[in-house]
Nanobody
Framework: QVQLVESGGGLVQAGGSLRLSCGAS????????MGWFRQHPGKEREFVAG????????WYADSVKGRFTISRDNAKNTVYLQMNSLKPEDTAVYYC??????????????????WGQGTQVTVSS
């Protein structure tokens, strides 16, 4: 069982930046893929970004490509989401997730096994 705890959410003006962090409890963190999802009010959770177990491969939703960067520090069991040039439509609850699938770039909610509790990001116009 992997426990995930997100932090770093908050209120920011459009055009600003935030960095989300997600700490994992499991020492096998370095062998699992990680991802970030978000959920807008009244909508389903959607994929934002993913990173392979080594950090050597990253993948993004088109809506955030070029603005968001996912990274990880396996020594600290932590994954990050750097969000730049934020827009009001980025307002959502952001979740980190862990996947035991290591052979593909996972983007589907059902491909992730463990989830954090979420952190609110609000971008004002």
């Amino acid at each position: 069982q992997v426990q995930l705890v997100e932090s770093g959410g908050g209120l920011v003006q459009a055009g600003g930046s935030l960095r989300l962090s997600c700490g994992a409890s499991e020492d096998t963190f370095s062998s699992i893929a990680m991802g970030w999802f978000r959920q807008h009010p009244g909508k389903e959770r959607e994929f934002v970004a993913g990173i392979s177990w080594s950090g050597g491969s990253t993948w993004y939703a088109d809506s955030v490509k070029g603005r968001f960067t996912i990274s990880r520090d396996n020594a600290k069991n932590t994954v990050y989401l750097q969000m730049n040039s934020l827009k009001p439509e980025d307002t959502a609850v952001y979740y980190c997730a862990a996947s035991r699938i290591t052979t593909a770039q996972v983007t589907l909610e059902g491909q992730y096994d463990f989830w954090g509790q979420g952190t609110q990001v609000t971008v004002s116009s």
